[in-house]
């Protein structure tokens, strides 16, 4: 009972105190929370900025650390900061007088996060020089700060996290084989906003929590208010491009403006047209704009006896049902007018939106 409570304190920890309701999402919260406390080798973190990366990593040490299995301390850099002859001197430290403007030694970061964590975001940015560099840190632990010849220790913990495809990096030659062999060991992709739409309402109670301390007051949705902006929030209109940035400085606008502490629905309203402002000129992946080629889902026999006007209709439904989370999310996008006047709707049971899927 002891363990079982033990880990679930810890994964209530990672999860901030946030309860997600994405299966997938709480099965690899669950995974990291193993591994995190079992293991030292490199981690790596993917998926689009703002998707919280950052914040799991620090986590991830604090957990470590309560735990006593590091003693010193979390540092953290953003690799697109690290430009030009300065990168190496960043990271690994320099000697005094090494280059021009060196007029005092340098630790370095790696040093820094000596028996502690280093968390290199955007890691795909780094040149091939610094990568190169970074894994023989990383392999043995032991590197030459620049124009030094003397090398020095450090034993950290690298986490590293990217929104790129490293993959795809690896074969155009802009990142090391051998570096992404060696801190892919363990490698958790952390989905977008969008693609965890159960998430959303969990996050705006812990959102209004968080601004309530910050203001100093509690403030609250009224009912009708709350379920029009988790319509907005859960439908394909929101592209939360931002992710949880967006959603945090969209809950930050309507706790700032709440009068006496209620938002109500003209203060959702005016902030679902600020964020359909600001996302006005995203083009989504799988939009209904993309061209879809039934050719390659239909026989070719099939396609020559239909009529140019199904064949046109059924390319923009499969075209809306790709762009979809679900098929009742394709169904409301397609029926958004009929459906209101149905006494029961049932979105997922709709006719061509089935037989698109299918």
């Not at 299995?69 to 030009?84: K, Y």
């Not at 003397?150 to 090391?176: C, K, M, N, P, W």
Request: one cysteine or more; proline letters at 3%; hydrophobic letters at 40%.
């Amino acid at each position: 009972q002891r363990f079982a409570q033990a880990q679930r304190d810890a994964l209530d920890f990672l999860k901030s105190g946030i309860a997600p309701r994405n299966p997938a999402f709480n099965a690899l919260i669950e995974e990291i929370e193993r591994v995190a406390l079992r293991s030292k080798a490199p981690i790596l973190l993917t998926g689009p900025t703002g998707a919280g990366k950052s914040h799991l990593a620090r986590r991830m040490y604090e957990l470590k650390k309560s735990r006593h299995q590091v003693a010193g301390d979390f540092v953290e850099v953003n690799c697109a900061t690290l430009q030009g002859d300065g990168a190496a001197s960043a990271l690994f430290g320099h000697q005094k007088g090494a280059f021009t403007g060196a007029a005092t030694a340098r630790a370095g970061l790696l040093r820094m996060a000596h028996q502690g964590v280093l968390f290199l975001d955007e890691i795909g940015e780094l040149g091939l020089d610094e990568q190169a560099m970074l894994l023989k840190a990383v392999e043995e632990k032991r590197f030459y700060p620049v124009g030094s010849d003397r090398e020095v220790q450090s034993d950290f913990q690298l986490i590293a996290g990217t929104h790129r495809d490293l993959r795809a990096d690896v074969r155009a030659g802009r990142f090391r084989e051998d570096l992404f062999a060696r801190i892919n060991l363990w490698s958790y992709h952390l989905p977008g906003l969008a693609q965890r739409p159960q998430d959303i309402e969990p996050n705006i109670d812990h959102l209004l929590v968080r601004s309530a301390a910050e203001l100093g007051r509690s403030v609250r949705f009224n009912a009708e208010a709350k379920a029009l902006y988790l319509r907005f929030a859960q439908s394909h209109e929101a592209h939360w491009r931002g992710n949880f940035r967006d959603l945090a400085a969209s809950v930050t606008r309507l706790c700032t403006l709440a009068e006496g502490g209620r938002i109500g629905t003209p203060l959702v309203e005016a902030e679902m047209q600020r964020l359909r402002w600001l996302w006005q000129d995203d083009a989504p992946a799988g939009s209904a704009t993309e061209a879809v080629d039934l050719a390659s889902l239909l026989p070719a026999k099939k396609l020559d006896t239909m009529d140019l006007f199904d064949r046109l209709q059924l390319e923009s439904v499969v075209a809306v049902c790709r762009s979809s989370r679900n098929l009742s999310e394709a169904g409301r996008t397609l029926f958004d007018r009929s459906r209101t006047q149905r006494s029961v709707v049932n979105d997922a049971g709709l006719g061509p939106c089935a037989l698109a899927a299918h």
